[in-house]
């Protein structure tokens, strides 16, 4: 049987030890954070929720190959695909991600899914306030998880840019949506078309540097 280490203190300095680890803490710098009122900022690179991503002139990267689903350990991404028509284009390829949900409550945020992905359209945002009392509202769906429109997007569906094909996607030349897009989106959701819709469904660059910036 292994030896009790022996105690070559006098008893009285026990207690002693005890308080000095007590007092060195009270002069230490305090790591109390006053979340959620002062918000913290995180590493560049932190893996928070996940948002899908756009081209330049707002089609959508997702192709629905269901590549990031298959690479989640969580089981946690549920994916259907679909094929775009010419009617109604939410991507410029083949084809598009028609259901696209991540299920909170299972993801543990590991980053394999993204990596996974082969247009760039899954990536992670620093947003980490995920939590809610209902499983329901853990399961978030396409229409939550797709990015906003900046300058130059148009929301889909739409054509793409004429001229252009998928490749020119993913060589980066198509810069903005093009001209007359929005018409095309107004008339695609059965509002008036105002003058000049002759225009419908984009006008022909005059040259490559019309699209590549
Ligand atoms: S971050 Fe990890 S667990 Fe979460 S959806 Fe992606 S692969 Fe699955
Ligand atoms: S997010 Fe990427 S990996 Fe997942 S279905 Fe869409 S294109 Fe495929």
């Known amino acids: 049987m292994a030896e009790e280490p022996k105690d070559t203190k006098p008893g009285f300095q026990n207690p002693v030890a005890g308080f000095g680890v007590t007092f060195k803490a009270m002069f230490k710098k305090r790591l109390t954070e006053q979340y959620p009122e002062q918000q913290k900022t995180t590493a560049p690179r932190f ?105 130059g997007m148009v929301d889909t569906p739409h054509a793409i840019y004429p001229g252009t094909d998928e490749q020119d996607y993913y060589r980066g030349l198509v810069t903005e949506a093009a001209p007359g897009t929005e018409r095309q989106v107004a008339h695609s959701k059965g509002e008036v078309v105002q003058e000049g819709d002759s225009t419908f469904g984009g006008t022909e660059p005059a040259s490559e540097e019309v699209i590549g910036r």
């Not at 991404?77 to 284009?89: K, P």
């Not at 084809?95 to 760039?120: D, F, K, W």
Request: hydrophobic share 30%; proline share 4%; with cysteine.
């Open 47 to 151: 893996h928070g929720r996940h948002q899908l991503n756009r081209h330049p002139d707002g089609l959508e990267k997702c192709v629905g190959c269901e590549l990031c689903a298959w690479a989640c350990p969580a089981d946690a991404i549920y994916v259907e695909g679909a094929d775009n028509t010419e009617e109604e284009r939410y991507s410029p390829g083949e084809r598009y991600g028609r259901v696209y949900q991540i299920n909170y409550a299972r993801c543990i945020l590991c980053g394999l899914c993204i990596e996974a992905c082969p247009t760039r359209a899954l990536t992670m945002t620093n947003e980490f306030e995920l939590a809610d009392s209902s499983r329901a509202n853990l399961i978030y769906t396409k229409e939550q998880l797709l990015a906003g429109l900046d300058e």
